[in-house]
């Protein structure tokens, strides 16, 4: 754990101590990151990569410089007069139960659960609705510091088994066991080099399926940052070693592919579901095991979707037909049938067609097919019979995000979860057959959500596409152009920023400021088109979404740049990488997170590879010139007079690889304007974390603690003076 410097009680003792005036100023004693001589050929472009040494993570000139950035950053944070209050009101806004959406096996249900505080949420069983429940399992007891975490969890049909799988220090490798849920003992079945795969149990509670990678040659284990090649799928039998597993299927000649299996709730078919990257165009085809209580696992392939162009989930079945969600001629989704007698493309039945909103996810629950759509942004749950014939809305609780839907085809027990920007995530029980729902599990938190309020606007960005916008904050707010905002995107992989809970965004609306989420393009928000408009050659629209939502800010008064925080993780810490360089002027403070920051080698690393689907490659002469045009570390404008920058990363992130901040940090402390005046470029690397993933509580009350006082202390904000 990054503990800044000093033991976290003499921290906030000390801090309270610290006048003001020594909070160090410009200029900044930027460590030293001498520039090697390192020069790409790109298609007869030479490009300089001069912080390329800065890849050998575990090299002398790494470490040391990695040390001198943690040390440079911890005796900046640790002098913060706002951090031991944020921490302070951190630990009691945190300290809340959150609940994982049950499931239910064998007549029994399974959830997760973290009182508050505790550093990873607890697996529980509950016998029946109304009973008590117990812990079934309790990563905490694990590790002290709290850094393994459970990362799956699936029941036997008959219920009597647990397969779960962990993760240690915030890495995508997992390790899947098995446990006795009626005595909570571990079976011997231990499974290693498993990545984004999780086991599907057969009908017949003996095994299931699951998908690995070969083991590395190396006899000391994995390489956390190796790159990844030829996943397989394999069955597992209980009690036999892994060794003796049997291989299901493997695609020798397409090393870089994904390829899993579930099985249908009836036992009576196993879906393998094959994708070439992040983009969730994929091919299907059915294994038909026969008898469910003793599944034929040599059946061959039969071959369902045999192109590229869709995305196509089997989400339930009646016998031999399938009902299958695909964006197949319908950009916003729909849902067909397939009959298995006949399963070429012409015959496939629409069930429930496209319309103006995208259909996010869909279940077959009680006899009905749900779909889960989006509607600007927020959600709507929908139900109808299996002939297509609307049942009617399923009402939810107001504006926000239902994120998961639980229950069987045979069963009209529903549970669904519910969260806005101001209610945390509650569970709720619906009954189909009645039309009732009713709470399940809600929990409560030291925060009245009454005095603020959530919003939705629209407004044109540089091309006039309309972009939706949330805003939250208090209500009555004045709009003086002064008021703190939290600017938050991502815009990328499909995926859509609708309305949730969030702990950091609660203590900055109660420091009297604006969580601002704009719908950049890129996402999916609006289905295929919107993605794939912010993909590739097409990526510069998220990145002037994103300044138009800003702009908009300003020009209807409700801040100004030197109020505003510019945030992002991930493909949303690029967001901010590239937006900083293009317009430095933007705003006061940016928090770049886990970025995918020199997009002419992140393909290179761990599982970059998978993203060339919306982003390109630099192989590719067309992409090379896209990406060149905004990569952070390509574009960092010399002598610029940048905002006060707190990058974030981890040392055992193996998503994105953490070099990507190291080479940003180096290039923007060389290049920026590094005078009296100003703003400090600091980078704050986390020990024994990833990409953010079953990351401690600890961990993440520190981390945002340190991000709050940064942006606190730049913006002139005082929290324990705050309405």
Same mark, same amino acid.
């Given at each position: 754990?990054?503990?800044?410097?000093?033991?976290?009680?003499?921290?906030?003792?000390?801090?309270?101590?610290?006048?003001?005036?020594?909070?160090?100023?410009?200029?900044?004693?930027?460590?030293?990151?001498?520039?090697?001589?390192?020069?790409?050929?790109?298609?007869?472009? =030479?490009?300089?990569?001069?912080?390329?040494?800065?890849?050998?993570?575990?090299?002398?000139?790494?470490?040391?410089?990695?040390?001198?950035?943690?040390?440079?950053?911890?005796?900046?944070?640790?002098?913060? *007069?706002?951090?031991?209050?944020?921490?302070?009101?951190?630990?009691?806004?945190?300290?809340?139960?959150?609940?994982?959406?049950?499931?239910?096996?064998?007549?029994?249900?399974?959830?997760?659960?973290?009182?508050?505080?505790?550093?990873?949420?607890?697996?529980?069983?509950?016998?029946?609705?109304?009973?008590?429940?117990?812990?079934?399992?309790?990563?905490?007891?694990?590790?002290?510091?709290?850094?393994?975490?459970?990362?799956?969890?699936?029941?036997?049909?008959?219920?009597?088994?647990?397969?779960?799988?962990?993760?240690?220090?915030?890495?995508?490798?997992?390790?899947?066991?098995?446990?006795?849920?009626?005595?909570?003992?571990?079976?011997?079945?231990?499974?290693?080099?498993?990545?984004?795969?999780?086991?599907?149990?057969?009908?017949?509670?003996?095994?299931?399926?699951?998908?690995?990678?070969?083991?590395?040659?190396?006899?000391?284990?994995?390489?956390?940052? $190796?790159?990844?090649?030829?996943?397989?799928?394999?069955?597992?039998?209980?009690?036999?070693?892994?060794?003796?597993?049997?291989?299901?299927?493997?695609?020798?000649?397409?090393?870089?592919?994904?390829?899993?299996?579930?099985?249908?709730?009836?036992? +009576?078919?196993?879906?393998?579901? #094959?994708?070439?990257?992040?983009?969730?165009?994929?091919?299907?085809?059915?294994?038909?095991?026969?008898?469910?209580?003793?599944?034929?696992?040599? $059946?061959?392939?039969?071959? %369902?979707?045999?192109?590229?162009?869709?995305?196509?989930?089997?989400?339930?079945?009646?016998?031999?037909?399938?009902?299958?969600?695909?964006?197949?001629?319908?950009?916003?989704? !729909?849902?067909?049938?397939?009959?298995?007698?006949?399963?070429?493309?012409?015959?496939?039945?629409?069930?429930?067609?496209?319309?103006?909103?995208?259909?996010?996810?869909?279940?077959?629950?009680?006899?009905?097919?749900? &779909?889960?759509?989006?509607?600007?942004?927020?959600?709507?749950?929908?139900?109808?019979?299996?002939?297509?014939?609307?049942?009617?809305?399923?009402?939810?609780?107001?504006?926000?995000?239902?994120?998961?839907?639980?229950?069987?085809?045979?069963?009209?027990?529903?549970?669904?979860?519910?969260?806005?920007?101001?209610?945390?995530?509650?569970?709720? +029980?619906?009954? %189909?057959?009645?039309?009732?729902?009713?709470?399940?599990? !809600?929990?409560?938190?030291?925060?009245?959500?009454?005095?603020?309020?959530?919003?939705?606007?629209?407004?044109?960005?540089?091309?006039?596409?309309?972009?939706?916008?949330?805003?939250?904050?208090?209500?009555?707010?004045?709009?003086?152009? $002064?008021? *703190?905002?939290?600017?938050?995107?991502?815009?990328?992989?499909?995926?859509?920023?609708?309305?949730?809970?969030?702990?950091?965004?609660?203590?900055?609306?109660?420091?009297?400021?604006?969580?601002?989420?704009?719908?950049?393009?890129?996402?999916?928000?609006?289905?295929?088109?919107?993605?794939?408009?912010?993909?590739?050659?097409?990526?510069?629209?998220?990145?002037?979404?994103?300044?138009?939502?800003?702009?908009?800010?300003?020009?209807?008064?409700?801040?100004?740049?030197?109020?505003?925080?510019?945030?992002?993780?991930?493909?949303?810490?690029?967001?901010?990488?590239?937006?900083?360089?293009?317009?430095?002027?933007?705003?006061?403070?940016?928090?770049?997170?886990?970025?995918?920051?020199?997009?002419? +080698?992140?393909?290179?690393?761990?599982?970059?590879?998978?993203?060339?689907?919306?982003?390109?490659?630099?192989?590719?002469?067309?992409?090379?010139?896209?990406? +060149?045009?905004?990569?952070?570390?390509?574009?960092?404008?010399?002598? $610029?007079?940048?905002?006060?920058?707190?990058? #974030?990363?981890?040392?055992?992130?193996?998503?994105?690889?953490?070099?990507?901040?190291? =080479?940003?940090?180096?290039?923007?402390?060389?290049?920026?304007?590094?005078?009296?005046?100003?703003?400090?470029?600091?980078?704050?690397?986390?020990?024994?974390?990833?990409?953010?993933?079953?990351?401690?509580?600890?961990?993440?009350?520190?981390?945002?603690?340190?991000?709050?006082?940064?942006?606190?202390?730049?913006?002139?904000?005082?929290?324990? &003076?705050?309405?």
């Amino acid at each position: 754990m990054l503990r800044l410097g000093l033991p976290a009680c003499l921290a906030l003792s000390l801090v309270s101590r610290l006048p003001a005036t020594e909070i160090p100023t410009g200029p900044w004693p930027y460590p030293a990151a001498p520039p090697g001589p390192v020069v790409d050929d790109y298609h007869g472009t =030479k490009v300089p990569d001069p912080y390329r040494w800065l890849e050998e993570l575990d090299s002398a000139p790494t470490r040391a410089w990695v040390q001198a950035e943690n040390q440079l950053t911890t005796d900046f944070l640790r002098r913060l *007069p706002q951090r031991a209050w944020f921490r302070g009101r951190l630990n009691r806004l945190w300290n809340y139960p959150r609940y994982g959406v049950p499931f239910k096996e064998g007549g029994q249900y399974f959830f997760t659960k973290n009182d508050g505080l505790q550093n990873q949420p607890v697996l529980y069983v509950q016998p029946g609705l109304h009973a008590a429940p117990r812990p079934l399992f309790d990563p905490n007891a694990l590790a002290a510091d709290g850094t393994i975490a459970l990362t799956a969890a699936a029941v036997s049909h008959d219920g009597r088994w647990l397969a779960y799988a962990t993760a240690v220090a915030g890495s995508d490798w997992n390790e899947i066991r098995v446990r006795d849920v009626a005595t909570g003992r571990d079976t011997g079945d231990s499974l290693h080099w498993i990545k984004f795969s999780g086991p599907s149990w057969t009908r017949d509670s003996r095994g299931f399926y699951y998908s690995r990678y070969p083991a590395p040659a190396a006899a000391a284990g994995a390489d956390t940052f $190796a790159a990844l090649s030829h996943q397989s799928v394999y069955y597992h039998r209980l009690g036999e070693p892994q060794a003796q597993d049997r291989l299901i299927y493997e695609i020798g000649d397409q090393p870089k592919w994904f390829v899993g299996v579930s099985v249908t709730e009836d036992g +009576r078919y196993a879906v393998l579901a #094959t994708n070439r990257g992040d983009s969730d165009n994929n091919l299907l085809g059915i294994f038909d095991l026969g008898d469910p209580q003793a599944p034929n696992l040599a $059946a061959p392939l039969v071959p %369902l979707v045999t192109t590229w162009d869709a995305e196509s989930a089997v989400i339930g079945n009646d016998g031999p037909l399938l009902y299958v969600q695909t964006n197949l001629a319908a950009p916003r989704r !729909r849902i067909v049938a397939i009959d298995l007698r006949q399963p070429a493309a012409s015959p496939w039945k629409t069930i429930v067609p496209e319309t103006h909103d995208v259909i996010e996810s869909s279940a077959l629950i009680g006899g009905d097919l749900l &779909a889960l759509t989006m509607h600007d942004a927020s959600s709507r749950l929908l139900a109808f019979g299996r002939d297509g014939t609307s049942r009617g809305e399923i009402a939810l609780p107001g504006l926000g995000t239902v994120s998961e839907l639980s229950g069987h085809a045979d069963d009209p027990e529903l549970f669904y979860n519910f969260t806005s920007f101001i209610q945390p995530a509650a569970n709720f +029980r619906h009954d %189909l057959a009645t039309g009732r729902s009713e709470p399940f599990q !809600r929990p409560t938190l030291a925060f009245d959500p009454s005095r603020y309020e959530t919003r939705q606007v629209f407004y044109p960005s540089k091309d006039g596409t309309r972009i939706p916008m949330f805003l939250t904050a208090r209500r009555g707010l004045q709009h003086d152009g $002064a008021t *703190p905002t939290l600017l938050y995107a991502y815009g990328g992989f499909d995926i859509s920023l609708t309305p949730a809970f969030s702990v950091t965004s609660i203590a900055w609306l109660e420091l009297g400021g604006i969580y601002a989420v704009p719908n950049l393009r890129g996402g999916g928000e609006y289905g295929r088109e919107w993605h794939e408009a912010g993909t590739k050659a097409r990526k510069q629209n998220v990145f002037d979404d994103y300044i138009a939502a800003a702009e908009w800010l300003f020009a209807h008064h409700y801040t100004a740049p030197a109020h505003l925080v510019i945030s992002g993780a991930s493909n949303g810490g690029l967001l901010i990488g590239a937006t900083l360089n293009q317009r430095p002027d933007l705003c006061r403070v940016a928090w770049p997170a886990v970025g995918v920051m020199d997009m002419l +080698r992140f393909h290179k690393f761990t599982i970059g590879y998978a993203w060339v689907s919306d982003y390109g490659s630099s192989d590719n002469p067309a992409d090379f010139r896209a990406l +060149r045009a905004y990569s952070p570390v390509h574009t960092v404008r010399a002598g $610029a007079h940048y905002p006060a920058v707190l990058v #974030t990363t981890a040392d055992h992130d193996d998503r994105v690889f953490p070099a990507h901040s190291f =080479k940003y940090t180096a290039a923007l402390q060389a290049a920026v304007a590094n005078g009296p005046d100003a703003l400090p470029v600091l980078i704050r690397i986390e020990t024994r974390a990833g990409h953010g993933g079953g990351k401690p509580t600890t961990k993440l009350i520190d981390e945002t603690a340190d991000k709050l006082a940064f942006a606190a202390h730049f913006l002139g904000l005082h929290p324990e &003076a705050a309405p």
